[in-house]
């Protein structure tokens, strides 16, 4: 069994955090829960690790629900909550050691499992948690959800201040640990990453607004999307905004992603507007949509 989550509601006196949620994890699938800050990831993900109880709906972790059998829950997953939670008083080694105790293992037992991961910061075990860099923090508190062999991983926003190379690393550790057999939920504001999932639930306002494969998701956009640029960026996007045939517009990246109204729109019409509003150096192309284009469109 992975993890189902049955119509999850919770809120916090006048704040709605979660609204209805419901979805399926398949035992070992990697499924990512894509959102901004305050979507509600947090909070469905202490639900789901017994530390939070929902108003309405139910929930199951590997079998076991999470109000009536919270004890083999909590013997049974491993959490790695958005901030660093572990002793920061206490070494690498010490830490490690607190924690398989508390599950009545020993780091020995279980050193396979973390081996890929503690190795690359087994040469600073006896240095101080608090004075590890994020990315070695990070590899610490995995390494600990890890050392009592879960059989579910909930990772909430684990690369959030995280350097990219220390983030694709991470990313590539998660990938090997799926294929021990382990059911991972990870959160993450980042769009990039949900693309290296089996399958993601896009999250906004504590509403599920899709849930698909990565490939499925972008093939839910509905228009053509163009990359624009010109010599004044901050101009072009509050004249494409005025323009009368807009569809969407917002920043990505080094360029505006654009999508109009019209089915036989033709960028030459763009072309001239911009051009007689002033805009040099204007560069009009196609592009292929991405998850946070369709989470865009979708959170509309």
Not at 19 to 39: H, N, T, Y
Not at 113 to 132: M, S, T, V
Not at 182 to 197: G, K, N, R, W
Request: charged share 25%; proline share 4%; with cysteine.
């Amino acid at each position: 069994m992975g993890i189902s989550v049955k119509h999850i509601s919770k809120s916090y006196k006048k704040v709605n955090a979660l609204k209805g949620i419901s979805f399926e994890v398949k035992p070992g699938e990697l499924f990512g829960l894509i959102g901004p800050d305050g979507a509600g990831k947090t909070t469905l993900f202490r639900i789901l690790t017994t530390l939070l109880f929902a108003d309405q709906g139910t929930a199951s972790v590997s079998g076991y629900d999470v109000v009536k059998d919270y004890k083999s829950i909590r013997n049974s997953v491993g959490y790695m909550p958005g901030r660093f939670s572990l002793y920061q008083d206490l070494t690498v080694a010490e830490n490690l050691e607190f924690f398989a105790t508390i599950f009545g293992t020993t780091v020995k037992e279980n050193y396979d499992l973390i081996k890929d991961i503690y190795i690359q910061i087994e040469p600073f075990k006896n240095r101080r948690a608090g004075k590890l860099s994020g990315g070695m923090k990070q590899k610490l508190a995995l390494s600990c959800a890890l050392i009592h062999k879960p059989k579910v991983l909930f990772l909430d926003e684990p690369t959030t201040g995280v350097d990219p190379v220390s983030r694709k690393e991470f990313w590539d550790m998660l990938k090997r640990l799926q294929q021990t057999g382990i059911t991972i939920l990870v959160s993450t504001p980042y769009m990039d990453e949900a693309a290296l999932c089996d399958r993601i639930a896009l999250i906004q306002d504590g509403k599920i607004l899709q849930i698909d494969t990565p490939q499925g998701i972008v093939k839910h956009y509905p228009k053509k999307i163009f990359n624009v640029q010109a010599d004044n960026m901050y101009e072009l996007i509050n004249l494409l905004k005025d323009y009368a045939h807009q569809y969407s517009v917002y920043p990505f990246g080094e360029f505006v992603h654009y999508s109009d109204k019209r089915a036989d729109f033709n960028t030459a019409d763009l072309q001239s507007y911009l051009t007689e509003k002033g805009l040099k150096d204007i560069a009009i192309e196609t592009t292929k949509a991405t998850i946070e284009d369709t989470f865009m469109e979708l959170a509309k």
